[in-house]
């Protein structure tokens, strides 16, 4: 009795901690409930698990889950997180096994559904991923994250109407989220339905100036009917996002495209310098025909092989 209440005190106390983000406050007192219930207490044990992977020690966090386990082998909380080390470790196998798992003994798991998916989606399982995702909306259609990673996915495949619905619907749920606002871009795009693309690409920058790819998006709409706009939403784009190497790559081909071959090999120059990889890419390119010809360009690709041999022996010959 006198342990029951005590137990319950440093119970208290430690979800106390825990909500403050005061991990290693909240570890210390978690151990004490552990220690007084014989490591029993199976609350104690997930917690203990939880805050573990937060500290990122994530061998130790997978003792504590498996520990959860061996007290109760229907604790869908253990299977969950011991999936979540094998996905951010990219065991997806094993992680979808374990997130069916907690489905199964708990039909309406939320996060399992969504995390599963996820692991289905980058495993290249696209159809499980769909399924899962509109199980998952099926149990709450406001998920935000569910219907635009799903609309994702639909987009990929070409399922446009199917992607716009999704897209429609997250952006309903939060209107001020710059991918829901990028990914209707995208889809508007695509059905040609150019003045709402500019609008949303707009309004994604507007929302947060640091998403490189709704510059390049914008920009690629004026490359040939208006490429000076597009070169000014380039260089935007390389103001609030420096290291976005594609960026000045394709402000390289927007200049190529009006004949400002310097301007052009500065930038190309410059991408290369944060992605040697490009140079393939550049000796195909023929908007950079003119740009390879110059001795600049010539110039630095010479002295920079030797710090990439390896690229430059394979992309040489197709020059």
Same mark, same amino acid.
Request: hydrophobic content about 35%; glycine content about 2%; some cysteine.
């Given at each position: 009795m006198k342990d029951s209440i005590q137990i319950n005190? *440093?119970?208290?106390?430690?979800?106390?901690?825990?909500?403050?983000?005061k991990l290693i406050k909240a570890l210390d007192l978690y151990n004490k409930v552990y220690e007084l219930s014989s490591g029993e207490d199976v609350d104690a044990v997930i917690n203990l698990a939880l805050i573990y992977d937060s500290l990122g020690k994530s061998e130790k966090a997978e003792e504590y889950y498996r520990k959860a386990?061996?007290?109760?082998? *229907?604790?869908?909380?253990a299977y969950y997180g011991l999936a979540t080390i094998y996905d951010e470790e990219e065991k997806y196998e094993e992680a979808i096994k374990l997130y069916n798992k907690a489905i199964y003994i708990n039909p309406n798991y939320h996060k399992a559904y969504f995390f599963l998916a996820n692991a289905y989606d980058v495993s290249g399982e696209?159809?499980?991923?769909?399924?899962?995702?509109e199980k998952l909306l099926s149990l709450?259609?406001?998920?935000?994250?569910?219907?635009?990673?799903?609309?994702?996915?639909y987009e990929e495949q070409n399922e446009n109407a199917l992607a716009y619905k999704k897209f429609s619907k997250a952006l309903k749920i939060n209107p001020n989220n710059h991918l829901a606002l990028? @990914?209707?871009?995208?889809?508007?795009?695509?059905? @040609?339905?150019?003045?709402?693309?500019?609008?949303f690409y707009e309004r994604a920058i507007e929302k947060d100036t640091n998403y490189e790819y709704s510059y390049l998006n914008l920009a690629i709409i004026y490359k040939y009917d208006d490429t000076k706009k597009g070169i000014e939403i380039l260089s935007k784009g390389i103001n609030n996002c420096s290291e976005a190497h594609f960026l000045y790559y394709n402000r390289s081909c927007f200049y190529a495209l009006i004949n400002e071959e310097s301007k052009a090999c500065e930038d190309i120059i410059i991408a290369l310098k944060l992605y040697p990889q490009f140079l393939k890419y550049i000796?195909?390119?023929?908007?950079l025909e003119n740009v390879r010809k110059l001795n600049s360009f010539k110039e630095f690709v010479a002295n920079y092989s030797s710090y990439n041999t390896n690229i430059i022996k394979t992309t040489q010959n197709k020059a």
């Amino acid at each position: 009795m006198k342990d029951s209440i005590q137990i319950n005190k *440093y119970l208290e106390k430690a979800e106390k901690a825990f909500e403050e983000n005061k991990l290693i406050k909240a570890l210390d007192l978690y151990n004490k409930v552990y220690e007084l219930s014989s490591g029993e207490d199976v609350d104690a044990v997930i917690n203990l698990a939880l805050i573990y992977d937060s500290l990122g020690k994530s061998e130790k966090a997978e003792e504590y889950y498996r520990k959860a386990l061996s007290i109760d082998d *229907y604790e869908e909380r253990a299977y969950y997180g011991l999936a979540t080390i094998y996905d951010e470790e990219e065991k997806y196998e094993e992680a979808i096994k374990l997130y069916n798992k907690a489905i199964y003994i708990n039909p309406n798991y939320h996060k399992a559904y969504f995390f599963l998916a996820n692991a289905y989606d980058v495993s290249g399982e696209k159809d499980l991923a769909i399924e899962t995702y509109e199980k998952l909306l099926s149990l709450n259609s406001l998920d935000f994250w569910a219907n635009l990673n799903l609309g994702c996915i639909y987009e990929e495949q070409n399922e446009n109407a199917l992607a716009y619905k999704k897209f429609s619907k997250a952006l309903k749920i939060n209107p001020n989220n710059h991918l829901a606002l990028f @990914n209707m871009g995208v889809i508007c795009y695509k059905f @040609n339905i150019i003045e709402k693309a500019i609008n949303f690409y707009e309004r994604a920058i507007e929302k947060d100036t640091n998403y490189e790819y709704s510059y390049l998006n914008l920009a690629i709409i004026y490359k040939y009917d208006d490429t000076k706009k597009g070169i000014e939403i380039l260089s935007k784009g390389i103001n609030n996002c420096s290291e976005a190497h594609f960026l000045y790559y394709n402000r390289s081909c927007f200049y190529a495209l009006i004949n400002e071959e310097s301007k052009a090999c500065e930038d190309i120059i410059i991408a290369l310098k944060l992605y040697p990889q490009f140079l393939k890419y550049i000796f195909e390119d023929e908007e950079l025909e003119n740009v390879r010809k110059l001795n600049s360009f010539k110039e630095f690709v010479a002295n920079y092989s030797s710090y990439n041999t390896n690229i430059i022996k394979t992309t040489q010959n197709k020059a």
